[in-house]
């Protein structure tokens, strides 16, 4: 049982990652979005933050520009209630 209940969690995680471009820019990359709400989630993340963003099909995440690590863990919450969002990096 704790196996499934291990695996369930997993699935029910978002792994938000800061990542600095050689530039001084930063990226912040989803990771763990389900595949029918990417667009959905996609477009309503770029309306809140202002920003560039895509959906990065080989990754299977989803990649906006500059470092969001606060606002989107609050959007995340607030668009799927039902995902643990954890921040890797920059804290």
């Known amino acids: 049982m704790q196996e499934n209940e ?7 995680t978002l792994h938000v990652r800061i990542c600095q471009q050689p530039s001084r820019r930063y990226l912040t990359v989803v990771e763990g979005i389900p595949e029918d709400k990417c667009p959905l989630i996609t477009g309503t993340l770029k309306k809140k933050l202002a920003c560039r963003g895509k959906h990065l ?12 690590s606060f ?11 039902e995902f643990e969002v954890i921040i890797h990096g920059k804290k």
């Open 6 to 12: 291990e695996v369930a969690d997993k699935q029910n």
């Open 57 to 68: 099909k080989d990754k299977g995440a989803v990649e906006f520009s500059g470092d969001h």
């Open 71 to 81: 606002n989107i863990k609050l959007l995340l919450k607030e668009i799927l209630p």
